[in-house]
Nanobody, 130 residues
Framework: QVQLVESGGGSVQSGGSLRLSCAGS????????MAWFRQAPGEEREAVASIDTTTGTATYADSVKGRVVISQDNAKNTVYLQMNSLIPEDTAMYYC???????????????????????WGQGTQVTVFN
């Protein structure tokens, strides 16, 4: 079955960087839309970025645009989220999500309809301190 395992979270000082990984199993990422979301305590889930792994087309939330890069490694069946210039407001649990490409007109749609997204990882915690 489809499984997503996130890693790479941790505590980092403001201005620092982290690279999150999302390793997929039970499916091939190149046939799926992939996305990252985050949720801080007491806050709603927030979209971060998505990637159409068939074209490499990436979409970013305004809150992270210019500081974050989503990428894929098909050989490792893994999607990454490189986060730079981190700020305390980036503190959250980060979740990887996936859905079959053929079910979506555009992979960016996952960012607006997480309720329709079928596969989720368990999350990795990112904490940014001053």
């Amino acid at each position: 079955q489809v499984q997503l395992v996130e890693s790479g979270g941790g505590s980092v000082q403001s201005g620092g960087s982290l690279r999150l990984s999302c390793a997929g199993s039970g499916f091939t990422i190149s046939q799926y839309c992939m996305a990252w979301f985050r949720q801080a305590p007491g806050e709603e889930r927030e979209a971060v970025a998505s990637i159409d792994t068939t074209t490499g087309t990436a979409t970013y939330a305004d809150s992270v645009k210019g500081r974050v890069v989503i990428s894929q490694d098909n050989a490792k069946n893994t999607v990454y989220l490189q986060m730079n210039s981190l700020i305390p407001e980036d503190t959250a649990m980060y979740y990887c999500a996936a859905d079959f490409r053929g079910w979506w007109d555009y992979c960016s749609g996952l960012l607006t309809r997480p309720d329709k997204t079928n596969y989720w990882g368990q999350g990795t915690q990112v904490t940014v301190f001053n």
